[in-house]
Structures are given as C-alpha cells and as structure tokens.
C-alpha cells in the first residue's frame, strides 16, 4: 500500500458544480496534512492546511478523519481558474524526509 | 522575500555532463529539500537539509550530492548526467517540521 493515495482523475466537473477529493494514508502516526495546488509546468503551492476540526476558506473545505485516515478536500461552485492538481502532503513529523506527497488528483473544470 | 529561487529554468546536458542546480531562500528557513518530479511518480525527495552543515539523503538520491555551507543556498549537483536525470526539479523549504513548504519555480532539465 502507498503511504499517500488519491485518485488520479482527471475530474471534469462543469462550472458552478461541487467536487470533492479524498486522499488515504497509511501511518496512523502522521502529525501534519496539506492540500497544494499545482498548475501545469509550475510549482505546487500551499492551497490549505487541514486541521482534525476540518477547516475552511472560502469555497474550499478541508477534514482529517483520522479514525479512517484519510484527508478530504471539498470545493464548491467551481471556477474554471480552480482547474489544476490537487496534491495531498502528509507530515509524519519526527524526521524531515517523512513528508510524503501523493501523486495528485486532476480537476478540470469545464464551460 | 524572493521566497525560492532556482536557477536555470530549463537545461539541456548530455550523457555524462555534470551540472550545478541552484537553490537559494530569503526566509530564513532551516529545512530545505530537493525534488524530482516525474509523470506519474509525483514528488519524490531527492535529499534534504535541516540546516547548515547538515545534509540527509531522500528518497531517490543516487547520481546526485547535496551541500549546505549557508543557511540561505542548497545547491544540487549532478555528477554524470544520465537520460534518467530526465525531469522537473523542485527545490523547497520551509521552517519547521510541521510547517508548509514553500517551492521554488523548478528547474527542466532533459539529459540527451
């Protein structure tokens, strides 16, 4: 099993509409979770932090169940600029190189 | 802040060139890493700092090396170029363990 799983996608979603993505890890001891954003050819940048009283800015909702360990991302009336990679991180804590990043899940957001 | 930068944006070597990545951050932050990005593969972390004079091995760290002498600068060096080397890489800090990391632009290096 991959220490960080999500489904690649791609999902085209039409504007307006609402996606969610869900990401899997595989230590119960992980400390620390992320969402990045990674349009094509460019880095990926912080898109949230995820915190276990679920977290939310703007359109964007983010939730830890660690019960079930997993990571959710949840994105409202969609634009089309919110077509991009969504990178789920998991921080293991306790040694640097336990970051681990899953492979990314595609949105494309369509007219 | 600059934040992260790297140096060059795209490069072209040939099989057993050696090369010089740059990486430098203006925040002041302790950790820093090197990535290679391939499709499919996601971020896979080459080698990592957690301060100057101090260097660890990553994930996939053969054919390259790594040095900290300033807490600002963490250049990587490939030393004989293969086609495998192929990629986009990723440098980044951030500073603390838990913290988010902060990317630099990549660099695109494609090895003949």
């Known amino acids: 099993r991959k220490e960080v799983e999500q489904d690649p996608g791609p999902f085209n979603v039409p504007e307006g509409a609402t996606v969610a993505f869900n990401c899997t890890y595989s230590n119960s001891a992980s400390q620390s979770f992320f969402w990045y954003r990674q349009d094509c050819r460019k880095e990926p940048k912080l898109l949230m932090s995820?915190?276990?009283s679920g977290n939310e800015d703007g359109r964007f909702t983010a939730q830890l169940n660690r019960a079930s360990q997993y990571i959710s991302l949840l994105i409202r009336d969609s634009k089309l600029s919110d077509s991009a990679t969504y990178l789920c991180v998991v921080n293991l804590g306790g040694g640097y190189q336990k970051v681990t990043f899953g492979t990314g899940t595609k949105l494309q957001v369509i007219p | 802040n600059a934040g992260v930068t790297q140096t060059p944006k795209f490069q072209v070597l040939k099989t057993g060139q050696s090369m010089t990545l740059q990486c430098a951050q203006d925040m002041n932050h302790e950790y820093m890493s090197w990535y290679r990005q391939d499709p499919g593969m996601g971020l896979r972390l080459i080698h990592y700092s957690v301060g100057a004079g101090i260097t660890d091995q990553g994930e996939v760290p053969n054919g390259y090396n790594v040095s900290r002498s300033t807490t600002e600068d963490f250049p990587l060096r490939l030393l004989s170029a293969a086609p495998s080397q192929t990629s986009v890489y990723f440098c980044a800090s951030r500073s603390g363990g838990y913290n988010e990391q902060f990317f630099g632009p990549g660099t695109r290096l494609t090895v003949l």
């Open positions: 995820v915190y276990s």
